[in-house]
């Protein structure tokens, strides 16, 4: 039996941060950093069924194209994440009356639709890239036993020698995307790649204000990494744990995010929504059929 303080069930008999029953979720979740986009997306949905937030969390359940789809805003970085997809899988596959794991295992596709910024001159503004690996900066994965198990160790040792990676940073993890999902979800108008979830926004993803970096190379040496003819192609602040957790707990993930900055060309594009609603459709679209 898991203990009350591993496990905080709300009075209601919700679980604790996402406020959702089991009852409420579906196989096939949404992920979104923003709340807002929660809205956007549950504009899309039909029948729906609540409409919960707590925090950054917002969740809903509706039908799109008569696939039932559950969306929750996750907010930003792998802490969240952590968060998330641990709550999610509680209630697929918890008791939360018994606190006993159920007998049978239930299998969720978590599928995440972020914004990034690209690390390679050729993904243009408004591109849509799907993320065949992620590389985790936040060390979260390096928390819970059998990280090997589900990680590219060769691709890490590959990675960790080309940047001289520093001794004081946490060690990167690496870890594949669900092949279900990509063969559903990839279509030959998106780019595929190798995406970094990095802890933080500034530093941690080269930007200068105020602090220098501890490593002022290291982007630079990221554009130029290449491991068995991959390229990582993007930052975000996800990815890489929804991956690593979901692989652990046996679950499908993915993640596709819209290019909204180029690091490489010093380009931006704050007005990238029109683009965001184009990739939700898309998504929605091919994950219904």
Known sequence: MIGSSELIVN??????????????????VILVGDPDRVKLIGNLLTDIEFHIQNREFVSTTGIFNHRRLTVVSTGIGTDNIDIVVNELDALANINLETRLVNPVHRKLNLIRIGTSGGLQDYLPLNSFVVSKKAIG?????NFYANRDSVSDLPFEKA?????????????PYVVD???VLYRKLHREDMFS???ISAPGFYGPQGRVLRLPLADPELNEKIESFSFEGQKITNFEMECSAIYGLSKLLGHEALTICLIIANRVKKEANSSYHESMETLVRIVLEHLSR
């Open 11 to 28: 009075a209601d008999g919700s679980i604790f941060h996402l406020h959702l029953k089991p009852e409420q979720l579906a196989d096939h």
């Open 137 to 141: 900066f936040d060390g979260l994965l």
């Open 159 to 171: 990675f960790r020698l080309h940047t001289s990676w520093g001794k004081q940073l946490t060690s």
């Open 177 to 179: 995307c669900s092949e």
């Open 193 to 195: 790649g190798v995406t």
